[in-house]
Nanobody, 125 residues
Framework: VQLQASGGGLVQAGGSLKLSCAAS????????MGWFRQAPGKEREFVAT????????YYADSVTGRFTISRDNAKNTVYLQMNSLNPEDTAVYYC???????????????????WGQGTLVTVSS
């Protein structure tokens, strides 16, 4: 399985970005997908996850109401729409895929099988 994240960049506080993660190598629609992020000097943290059907999603408290995760199984792609960005959102964002059907556990990185290379999001104040 290969995951390619893209869409990162430099944006001013209050702005928006949309990240994409394209998957290849296996049946994309059978796995949950997640976004995590890692800021400089900090541990990787959960951002959002979406079930294989797209019907269930969870968000970290810090992004709820500002970020939206979605997926297009026909395109083998998962998205993260990020609005109202603030400097605390600055991080490398990683997408990952999980074969775990329990979406509650998919808030934790240990349940993910494959990871993309990450895309850098920088929010200036």
């Amino acid at each position: 399985v290969q995951l390619q994240a893209s869409g990162g960049g430099l944006v001013q506080a209050g702005g928006s970005l949309k990240l994409s993660c394209a998957a290849s190598g296996r049946t994309f629609s059978s796995g949950a997908m997640g976004w995590f992020r890692q800021a400089p000097g900090k541990e990787r943290e959960f951002v959002a996850t979406i079930s294989w059907s797209g019907g269930t999603s969870y968000y970290a408290d810090s992004v709820t109401g500002r970020f939206t995760i979605s997926r297009d199984n026909a395109k083998n792609t998962v998205y993260l729409q990020m609005n109202s960005l603030n400097p605390e959102d600055t991080a490398v964002y990683y997408c990952a895929t999980s074969s775990n059907r329990n979406m509650w556990y998919n808030r934790m990185a240990q349940y993910y099988d494959y990871w993309g290379q990450g895309t850098l999001v920088t929010v200036s104040s």
